[in-house]
């Protein structure tokens, strides 16, 4: 596996200017001093999506607060400082979704705007999807199957029955441009894609495995192409739920396709001219910009593509 001179630009979700401070976890009643200060920002989400407003530039910023008393009956998680010294503590805060109201502001998940945050904000949002994610569906003990607590400002769960530690699992996943000799790309439609949509071939690391044999397994697993000239491009984390992706692109060897019927409805090689008149005339629909894959697909094609963002899948 090598390194590409030129890697990916503007990953929207590695920009995060949030310095984490994990130095500051372990202090005794850091919440409930950063609770106590008005000065520290909370950013509240229910289901999933925080409170946004909409900027006359056209990107978008999150709406913060000071603390409040029912955070302290809530799920809350020190994220960090906006400063390497210091600065504004940030905190999450999970609200039940019975705390929206109609006269609340309009709220968006990490998936809609993490494109248009600016960097601290990217940051902010993508570690406390993350963070929240992963709390909500590692809520029991995996060793005696006790419910555990939060621990370490919100870094950790703790049984209280074994006294085990169990800490954020992130899962990587490969995801690779595929190129054949006569510089086309491959792009597949997964199974539950809308009609029109199509991306880059990607999937998990298994144990054991390497990153490059991992981009080599899954092109072959899905389209039956045998790749080479692995090199890596660029990664940012994922949180849905728990995922960092890691981009590559390869050489393809071979360019029959033989589907993963199970995971693939329909793969294709293109040249940038197919590529340009599937995306004008509407028949092919890629990856959003908030996606590594969307930068994958631009890398080869040479510059950005400037369409409007739609769900892949139907």
Request: aromatic share 12%.
């Given at each position: 596996m090598t390194r590409a001179a030129a890697s990916l630009p503007s990953l929207p979700l590695s920009r995060g200017a949030l310095d984490r401070h994990s130095e500051l976890r372990n202090e005794p009643g850091l919440l409930d001093v950063l609770l106590d200060d008005p000065a520290t920002r909370v950013l509240e989400l229910v289901d999933g999506r925080a409170p946004v407003e909409e900027r006359i530039d056209g990107q978008v910023a999150l709406?913060?607060?000071?603390?409040?008393?029912?955070?302290?009956?809530?799920?809350?998680?020190?994220?960090?400082?906006?400063?390497?010294?210091g600065g504004t503590a940030y905190l999450v805060s999970v609200a039940p979704e019975t705390a929206a109201t109609t006269d609340d502001p309009q709220r968006r998940g990490l998936r809609a705007v993490g494109a248009s945050l600016?960097?601290?904000?990217?940051?902010?949002?993508?570690?406390?999807?993350?963070?929240?994610?992963?709390?909500?569906?590692?809520?029991?003990c995996p060793r005696c199957g006790s419910p555990t607590e939060p621990a370490q400002s919100g870094w950790i769960r703790v049984c209280p029955n074994d006294e085990s530690e169990h800490y954020p699992r992130t899962d990587p996943a490969v995801i690779m441009s595929v190129i054949d000799d006569r510089d086309r790309l491959l792009l597949a439609r997964g199974v539950g894609f809308a009609s029109a949509g199509m991306s880059v071939l990607a999937g998990f690391v298994e144990p054991g495995e390497s990153l490059a044999s991992a981009v080599a397994r899954e092109v072959h697993e899905e389209a039956g192409v045998t790749v080479t000239d692995v090199t890596y491009l660029?990664?940012?984390?994922?949180?849905?739920?728990?995922?960092?992706?890691?981009?590559?692109?390869a050489r393809a060897v071979t360019t029959d396709l033989t589907l993963q019927e199970s995971e693939i409805e329909a793969a294709q090689w293109f040249d940038r001219d197919e590529f340009t008149r599937a995306l004008a005339d509407g028949s092919l629909r890629i990856s959003s910009r908030i996606s590594i894959a969307r930068r994958l697909i631009e890398h080869w094609y040479g510059e950005e593509i400037d369409i409007a963002d739609a769900p892949l899948r139907g």
């Open positions: 709406r913060y607060r000071a603390p409040d008393p029912a955070d302290r009956d809530r799920f809350v998680a020190y994220l960090g400082h906006d400063a390497p010294t600016g960097d601290l904000d990217a940051g902010v949002l993508t570690t406390a999807t993350g963070l929240t994610n992963w709390h909500h569906r590692h809520g029991f660029g990664d940012q984390p994922w949180p849905f739920p728990s995922s960092l992706m890691i981009g590559f692109t």
